[in-house]
């Protein structure tokens, strides 16, 4: 069946494909991680690694859903925000492809293409989105015609936080899953936990987060002999209510009732549980999309694709460079919401 719309996603540490159909119904992507094995990403050596699994990882999704070619009517991809090298391999398969078969080409904004997928999968309306991701933390709401910021962090994203702080004790990458485990476990083996001697700072400035203080200082609690698990739960159970906390004034702020989650530290059981539990205290209502959709994925970007062809818009060529700062408010949102 023709119509299929290609997503690309290559903002940072994973290449991914994937696609929706005429309707606009997702299916899950192919995707690969690169995962250095020593030190974090870096920006061209994960670009060289997009570059080398793409072939393979695009025959693997015609594969999959038994397509060829010539069942593409659109291809998406991520414009930014992300690292630039990561960025130019997405946009410049995205072209290629566009190209050769002669289908409309279409940039999208990899922060939209998160808040669209957890829309659909979610049936939220007119949800605040709390996105919580490896180099992004922003609390984002639809406002006259944009998605608008209206708080984020001032340094390190959350998911970039937790990594940084598992590297140092020689977890790999991505470290949040560990740390999650880690916590639960401790928690499991101490029923009344308590704070005293694992404080650490509190990341809200205003509507805003900041999150390079509170790695230092849980650093610090093991470099005097804290047990790593308690020091996991204390990072957890900090970072998280500060985030908790900036979305519920943003909640409160707007009126809306609906909160959603986003990005791939939205994968944390401990973190859904928390916005559950905000929710339910202010009559509103959480959301949190299937996990594989929460990571960066090709799908969300075909989908979003999809809804901006639906309203008339495709790049072209000569606005098709990457922007590794765009900003949510950037894109105008002409669908409805
Ligand atoms: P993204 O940048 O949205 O693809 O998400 C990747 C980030 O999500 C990395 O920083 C991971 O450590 C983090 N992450 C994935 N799963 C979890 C989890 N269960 N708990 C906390 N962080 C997670
Ligand atoms: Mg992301």
């Not at 922060?111 to 007119?126: L, N, P, W």
């Not at 922003?138 to 994203?157: F, M, N, P, W």
């Amino acid at each position: 069946m023709p119509g299929w719309t290609i997503g690309i996603e290559s903002t940072a540490h994973t290449l991914s494909f994937g696609l929706v159909d005429s309707n606009g119904i997702p299916y899950p992507a192919f995707s690969d991680t690169v995962r250095p094995d020593q030190g974090g990403i870096h920006p061209r050596e994960a670009a060289d690694h997009h570059k080398d699994v793409a072939h393979t990882l695009f025959d693997k999704l015609l594969q999959e859903y038994n397509l060829s070619v010539r069942d593409i009517s659109a291809i998406a991809y991520s414009q930014g925000p992300g690292l630039g090298p990561c960025l130019r391999v997405g946009a410049a398969i995205a072209r290629g492809m566009s190209s050769m078969l002669d289908v409309p080409l279409i940039g999208v904004n990899h922060c939209v293409a998160h808040i669209e997928i957890g829309r659909q999968q979610c049936g939220c309306q007119d949800p605040v989105l709390l996105y919580v991701s490896g180099g992004n933390t922003q609390v984002i709401a639809h406002l006259d015609g944009k998605y608008r910021v209206l708080g984020e962090t001032l340094d390190i994203g959350i998911g970039n936080m937790l990594d940084k702080f598992a590297r140092n004790q020689g977890i790999p990458f991505p470290g949040g899953p560990v740390i999650e485990k880690l916590a639960r476990e401790w928690l499991s083996q101490n029923e009344n936990p308590s704070l005293n001697g694992l404080e650490l700072p509190f990341a809200v400035r205003g509507m805003d987060l900041a999150f390079s203080g509170i790695m230092t200082a849980a650093q610090r609690l093991i470099d005097n002999g804290a047990e790593l698990g308690a020091v996991c739960w204390s990072l957890q159970e900090h970072s998280f209510a500060a985030c908790v906390e900036i979305a519920e004034r943003a909640l409160s702020h707007t009126g809306k009732t609906e909160l959603l989650l986003g990005g791939g530290v939205a994968c944390n059981s401990r973190l859904r549980e928390m916005c559950d539990l905000m929710a339910s205290e202010r009559d509103s209502t959480s959301h949190a999309p299937p996990r594989m959709y929460c990571i960066d994925n090709g799908t969300m970007i075909a989908l979003l694709g999809h809804i901006e062809l639906e309203n008339g818009r495709v790049t072209q060529y000569s606005d098709s460079a990457i922007d590794q700062y765009l900003r949510t408010d950037q894109t105008e949102v002409s669908w409805a919401v």
